[in-house]
């Protein structure tokens, strides 16, 4: 392609290279001059240039508000040509209390909320600079830091702040640059202070003795940090990392029994609508079963009303569903990624961000002193030169009223310099009195002494340091934890153990009722039908299974394979229709059909028994499948098919085989086993078992005659061990060979 420079020249270049030499100047333009702030002030520059727009129109903060169209003006116009709706919601930012740790600018009109509300428009707002932004400029005009010219050379401005507050780390930074970005939350700044001050003490000090003083981010929205030490440390370590954050709530006791939670601190950068929309949200598709209702009551402070659906719910455990699926615990990131003293980007660790930003300090401090010590030298030279005037005052005078050129004369007669020469021609007749010459002589001795200091400071890296400690000392002192603005607002927890949240706390109950036809469709209706005549099944299909349940219980299916399947009575199919198949929910064989159905309860005992006569009792939960394949519990041989699976709810054990020989036996005298193949309950010369029931022995046998209920409570000839072959039942016993 061609390139066509502002000079004229044509230059045929690739295309590829044209456009990453290009790409490459964005990428740096972006890096350096928006996206990452500066490791020694904390600042972008935007942030920089607002604030030192805010100090040229003298908006300190004990003078009066300007309106903030009046100060985007100046940084647009001046030194930062960009859009001023972007610099407006920059000067916005750091007004916001709940955005900013440690305000740089002090707002008065609407400045946006918690909630995500927008400012007004800068013509109504108006703004002036905070104690904390005066500390970050204090000695800007000493020579303490470089000046550069602005985007269009008519003005300067600064390269850095000199910075006497720790404001990287206090109050943090975010940014996305082109292939890297930045993100470090706030900090509180006491704790940085503490742990600069024992960095100056133990410069070799190591990173975990930095993280005892600095234990973690100290957000402006308050909240609980949840993270363990150990990855803490690791993020400082590195500088690379994140912490878990949590809402702060509390149990409000009511009348009757009844409570609420109320949440007064939510987590940093997370809106409080949006947050409140979403568990509406949740709460309508049924997500957040345990709660009944969300109310916002916050005025300035954050109030959010949580009711749970009843009084028997567990605190902890509704908030670790809301924890779990909402912005009420988040994950703050910390990528310290800054720009060093070259404008190189690295991510650096905590004691590598503390060490720059005392170097930084330490140059300062030299910078200013040589800068005091240049004015007290032009200044002992100018009292020099009236001491001598004082004590030549009448020729002084003759030589002023007679001599053509009396600075030249003054200077060869009284050995002079030109500084001093000049002085004593501009000085004023009331400065002739003796009182005036014994200040200058006072004010001689005081500059003098000061040189002197100033003169063992440069020459003392110790004093310097000392130095450095005493000013870091009194930003502590300042904007410490001891102060309203400095105290810590989030509190320092422990991390959340694996809370096992049970199944049923994240599904709404619901009674149901489970239907299962005789072709294997599968379905749930509300409530707990009374009849099977409500039901209506596909033409040629029947009822084969129906069973009382919740939503929140588990559906167990015994297949004539051996094996129990598993499904949750959330997932079964709803509505009017027949349902759907029961092979689409699990992997069940096409030889194999469904021999029992049941609702899963906790603490049961379960008898299965195959055709063939054998069976054992095994406990119910060992036989809750996770996985679509199910569980195979009765191994069966060739010929052998699965056919019962009832609860044992007595004593005793009636087996009827089809050969109609009926078989009491003794409960205890059937295994416990969680698999195999068990034990010969009756033996068969021909055909197999026909029935099995569970009953106790005290209250006698009772089985369906047509409509009539039946019971034996003699049963002492049917009574046997096991593996008996029985002998034919009571007269009266159905010719079907059931119980029921």
């Known amino acids: 392609m061609t390139d066509t420079a502002a000079t004229g020249e044509i230059r045929n270049l690739p295309l590829a290279d044209a456009l990453g030499d290009r790409y490459l100047a964005y990428a740096m333009s972006t890096i350096v001059s928006r996206s990452l702030p500066d490791v020694r002030d904390g600042l972008k520059p935007v942030h920089r240039r607002l604030l030192y727009a805010m100090q040229v129109l003298k908006l300190d903060p004990d003078a009066g508000f300007k309106k903030c169209a009046r100060v985007v003006g100046d940084v647009i116009?001046?030194?930062?040509?960009?859009?001023?709706?972007?610099?407006?919601?920059?000067?916005?930012?750091?007004?916001?209390?709940?955005?900013?740790?440690?305000?740089?600018?002090?707002?008065?009109?609407?400045?946006?909320?918690?909630?995500?509300?927008?400012?007004?428009?800068?013509?109504?707002?108006e703004a002036r600079l905070t104690a904390v932004a005066a500390a970050l400029m204090d000695g800007l005009d000493e020579d303490s830091v470089d000046f550069r010219p602005t985007y269009d050379g008519t003005e300067e401005e600064p390269v850095v702040m000199p910075a006497a507050f720790p404001n990287l780390l206090a109050n943090g930074s975010s940014g996305i640059a082109v292939g890297m970005a930045t993100s470090i939350p706030p900090h509180n700044a006491g704790e940085v202070c503490d742990a600069l001050l024992r960095l100056i003490q133990e410069p070799d000090c190591p990173v975990e003795a930095l993280c005892a003083l600095v234990p973690g981010p100290d957000f402006p929205t308050g909240g609980v940090l949840v993270e363990t030490r150990e990855n803490i440390v690791e993020a400082y370590r590195t500088g690379r990392g994140s912490f878990r954050l949590r809402a702060r709530w509390a149990v409000e006791k009511m009348s009757h029994g009844l409570w609420q939670i109320v949440v007064t601190e939510i987590p940093y950068q997370v809106q409080k609508s949006r947050l409140i929309e979403k568990v509406a949200e949740l709460m309508e598709v049924r997500k957040l079963p345990?709660?009944?209702?969300?109310?916002?009551?916050?005025?300035?402070?954050?109030?959010?009303?949580?009711?749970p659906r009843s009084r028997t719910v567990e605190p902890d455990m509704l908030m670790e569903q809301l924890f779990r699926q909402t912005d009420l615990d988040v994950r703050v990131p910390l990528n310290m990624n800054v720009l060093d003293r070259d404008n190189t980007p690295k991510v650096m660790n905590l004691k590598e961000v503390l060490r720059a930003f005392l170097d930084h300090r330490h140059e300062v401090l030299v910078r200013r002193s040589r800068y005091r010590l240049d004015r007290i030298d032009r200044r002992l030279e100018v009292l020099a030169g009236y001491l001598i005037a004082y004590l030549n005052l009448d020729e002084v005078i003759r030589i002023i009223r007679e001599e053509d050129e009396p600075k030249t004369h003054m200077m060869r007669a009284f050995g002079l310099t030109d500084v001093q020469a000049e002085a004593i021609l501009n000085m004023r007749l009331r400065s002739l009195r003796r009182l005036e010459e014994m200040e200058i002589r006072r004010e001689h001795d005081t500059l003098s002494a000061e040189k002197a200091k100033l003169e063992a400071l440069l020459g003392d890296e110790r004093r310097r340091w000392k130095a450095v400690a005493t000013e870091i000392g009194q930003i502590r002192k300042r904007f410490g934890q001891e102060t309203e603005l400095g105290r810590r607002r989030t509190e320092m927890g422990r991390a959340p153990s694996a809370v096992v949240v049970p199944i049923e706390a994240w599904i709404e109950r619901e009674d149901i009722t489970v239907v299962l036809s005789e072709k294997g469709w599968l379905r749930a209706v509300k409530g707990h039908a009374a009849t099977a005549e409500e039901f209506k099944f596909k033409e040629g299909d029947q009822l084969r299974?129906?069973?009382?349940?919740?939503?929140?219980?588990?559906?167990?299916?015994?297949?004539?394979?051996?094996?129990?399947?598993?499904?949750?009575?959330?997932?079964?199919?709803?509505?009017?229709?027949?349902?759907?198949?029961?092979?689409?929910?699990?992997?069940?064989?096409?030889?194999?059909e469904i021999a029992a159905l049941l609702v899963h309860k906790p603490g049961r005992r379960l008898l299965?028994?195959?055709s063939a006569g054998r069976g054992f009792v095994v406990e119910e939960a060992e036989v809750i499948a996770q996985t679509r394949v199910g569980k195979q519990i009765l191994n069966l041989a060739d010929d052998e098919k699965a056919l019962f699976c009832l609860t044992v709810e007595g004593d005793a054990v009636a087996v009827l085989g089809e050969n109609r020989k009926l078989l009491v036996l003794m409960?205890?005298?059937?295994?416990?086993?969680?698999?195999?193949?068990?034990?010969?309950?009756?033996?068969?010369?021909d055909g197999g078992m026909a029935d099995v029931k569970s009953f106790t022995l005290a209250q006698g046998l009772s089985w369906k005659s047509g409509e009539r209920q039946r019971t034996e409570t003699n049963l002492a000839p049917w009574l046997g061990r096991r593996g008996g072959i029985g002998r034919m039942p009571p007269n009266g016993f159905p010719r079907s060979n059931r119980f029921a």
């Open 77 to 125: 116009g001046k030194y930062h040509p960009h859009g001023d709706a972007s610099v407006y919601e920059a000067l916005v930012r750091l007004a916001q209390d709940f955005a900013v740790r440690y305000p740089l600018v002090e707002g008065q009109g609407n400045f946006g909320n918690i909630d995500g509300d927008n400012a007004a428009a800068m013509r109504y707002t």
């Open 608 to 610: 299965v028994a195959s």
């Open 545 to 592: 299974f129906m069973a009382h349940a919740a939503t929140t219980d588990k559906l167990l299916a015994f297949a004539t394979n051996g094996r129990f399947y598993t499904v949750g009575c959330d997932k079964l199919p709803r509505g009017r229709g027949h349902g759907e198949p029961l092979r689409l929910m699990v992997d069940l064989p096409n030889d194999a």
């Open 290 to 307: 345990l709660l009944a209702d969300i109310r916002d009551e916050s005025t300035t402070e954050v109030r959010v009303v949580l009711e």
């Open 667 to 685: 409960a205890d005298e059937v295994p416990v086993m969680t698999r195999g193949r068990g034990v010969q309950l009756q033996k068969y010369r």
